[in-house]
């Protein structure tokens, strides 16, 4: 299902195909983070205008493609200056992200200690992606945070998760360097 039309779509959606017909959950993943350094360097994809509008409140999540026969969708992401999330996993999915536009932080955390639903991390390094990188996460290696590291600049992500990311978990600090889980449900943003 093409969720936007923009110039190079269908080499994008061909190249992922290919990519996510792998036999291996890190065969798929090694070959969509080399495909999405790619396909991000070529300069016959260029994605939606409307994927460079950030929003001042929170960062945008816009749908560019979900394949419903090999499971997987794509996301792009904008994160306005300063944007960035909390700690979150992806609810059990693979994911690939790729910087197409700025630069990110990306810290990854390990769970160490998880005791009546209360859980505490451990900072495993950061991260900083520049345009044309991209990284996988594979769980149960899936706990992050992400963040436009810019004062002034937008930045823009494309996220290739295993299947349709509709929530997620969000740990918000609670004191003593415990987290609680919340339970969130994702949504997209407009495209026009």
Known sequence: MLALEFPGCT?????????????????????????LCTLIRD???RLPECVLEAYTDHYARREIYTSRELGYSVIAMTWGPGQGTSIHDHAGMWCVEGVWLGALEI???????????????ESRGSIQAGTGSAGSLIPPHEYHTIRNPSTDAVTVSLHIYRGSMTECSVFQPVGDGWYQRDRRKLSLDLTH
Do not use: M
């Open 11 to 35: 080499h994008l959606i061909e190249a992922l195909d290919a990519a996510v017909r792998q036999d291996s959950t890190h065969a798929i993943t090694d070959t969509l983070r080399h495909t």
């Open 43 to 45: 300069d016959s994809v």
């Open 107 to 121: 810290t990854q955390y390990e769970l160490i200690e998880n005791e009546a639903e209360r859980f505490r991390f």
